[in-house]
């Protein structure tokens, strides 16, 4: 059972440019997670998706940046005209199902390491 | 709300020696704790993970923490630091009954001396 997929793992953008970071969930996985690590800092939750559904995007910000989680395929982060303040890594995380109790685990990926030029 | 406090952004220890990475938290109901190890450039594992029951919770790599309510902490220990010990370590919470939404302390960098 393959684990959290992320890809790429390095990326880097110019200004302005967009960036598209996919995340493929493990298997049996219906729950879907993006945080957001600064450089020396913790990571910083940003969206929680299901299949097809944004479920809290509270920690996303207003502009630039989307998520989404379709039916078939991976999730994706989208981030916009990137700033050099978007360089961070972005970490994906899944769980399955019963993890709408709380007290399941969620797996996360390796990361992407974005670095905005 | 729910937010993690970890004291000491970098701890040192000698191989062999205790290790001890502190963790507080604030949460408005009983929290679930976690503790995920990040190795460079790596992604999280968890070490271990309180929810209910035993307050005294065992990991893997020989680590475990104590969940003290009236503390509000959730202290990570090892007995002996290994050289592979050496990584950064981060507290984090949720709150039962909801979503796995975590919030996560800002980190401990742990160096170990041989």
């Known amino acids: 059972n393959a684990g959290v997929m992320q890809n790429p793992r390095h990326l880097v953008r110019r200004r302005g440019q967009e960036a598209r970071l996919r995340c493929s969930p493990m298997k049996g996985h219906s729950h879907v997670y993006w945080y957001r690590q600064l450089p020396e800092e913790g990571l910083k939750f940003m969206v929680y998706?299901?299949?097809?559904?944004?479920?809290?995007e509270s920690g996303m910000p207003k502009e630039r940046f989307s998520a989404e989680f379709p039916k078939e395929g991976p999730s994706i982060l989208r981030i916009q005209q990137v700033v050099r303040g978007d360089s961070a890594a972005y970490f994906c995380?899944?769980?399955?199902?019963?993890?709408?109790?709380?007290?399941?685990?969620?797996?996360f990926g390796q990361g992407t390491r974005l670095t905005v030029v | 709300a729910q937010s993690v406090t970890q004291l000491g952004s970098h701890v040192s220890v000698s191989e062999g020696a205790l290790v001890l990475l502190r963790c507080n938290y604030s949460s408005s109901v009983p929290p679930y704790l976690f503790w995920y190890v990040q190795y460079p450039n790596q992604g999280l594992q968890l070490l271990l993970k309180y929810t209910t029951g035993a307050t005294l919770v065992k990991g893997i790599n020989g680590f475990e923490a104590e969940f003290k309510k009236s503390e509000t902490s959730f202290h990570l220990t090892k007995p002996s630091a290994h050289m592979s010990d050496a990584a950064e370590y981060f507290c984090a919470v949720s709150e039962p009954g909801g979503y796995q939404k975590v919030t996560f302390g800002t980190g401990t960098k742990l160096q170990v001396i041989p």
């Open positions: 995380a899944s769980s399955p199902p019963g993890a709408v109790q709380g007290n399941t685990e969620a797996f």
């Open positions: 998706l299901q299949k097809e559904n944004i479920i809290d």
